[in-house]
């Protein structure tokens, strides 16, 4: 690269929970520019896991922050070409792209579930992470998989 690499953006607490994690996953989540919908989706979601999370103990919040945790990825397989064949190199992630990829996941994964709301489709989706079940946390086991079987290109990292 000849450029230094950009500053890192300072993202503001969000204004219920005052966490900078939730304004980021918030940030994902929004379309077309409409956050105060992305907020209030976020917010619904998390009081949908209250209401059928009763018999754990914890905040909503941290249902949603455990069930980051089990879906974020410590690997993921980028593809290398090396003389004609194209290989699967596992690379460890960094640990900010670790939980985009896993706040990634979490929003595609609830917006393909079916449900009537999309604060329903999340909390559902949140739930099953939360649990260690469902599609992100398929997905993130898929991806370990996969690095797994090609750790014999692991010399090809680059």
Same mark, same amino acid.
């Given at each position: ?6 500053? &890192? ?23 077309? =520019? &409409? ?62 792209? &670790? ?35 469902? =599609? ?23």
């Amino acid at each position: 690269m000849r450029k230094a690499r950009p500053k &890192k953006r300072v993202l503001l607490p969000d204004p219920k929970y005052k966490d900078p994690l939730v304004t980021q996953f918030v940030n994902n989540m929004m379309l077309d =520019g &409409k956050k105060s919908t992305a907020y209030r989706i976020f917010y619904d979601a998390l009081e949908i896991v209250e209401k059928k999370g009763k018999d754990v103990e914890v905040t909503p919040l941290d249902v949603w922050k455990k069930a980051l945790e089990n879906i974020t990825p410590q690997v993921e397989v980028k593809s290398r070409r090396v003389g004609g064949a194209t290989f699967q190199v596992p690379t460890e992630l960094r640990s900010d792209r &670790k939980v985009s990829v896993s706040m990634k996941n979490l929003i595609l994964f609830s917006r393909k579930r079916g449900g009537h709301s999309m604060s329903e489709k999340l909390a559902a989706e949140i739930l099953a992470a939360f649990n260690e079940e469902g =599609g992100a946390y398929k997905k993130k086991e898929d991806t370990h998989r996969m690095a797994e079987a090609n750790k014999a290109f692991a010399h090809f990292r680059f």
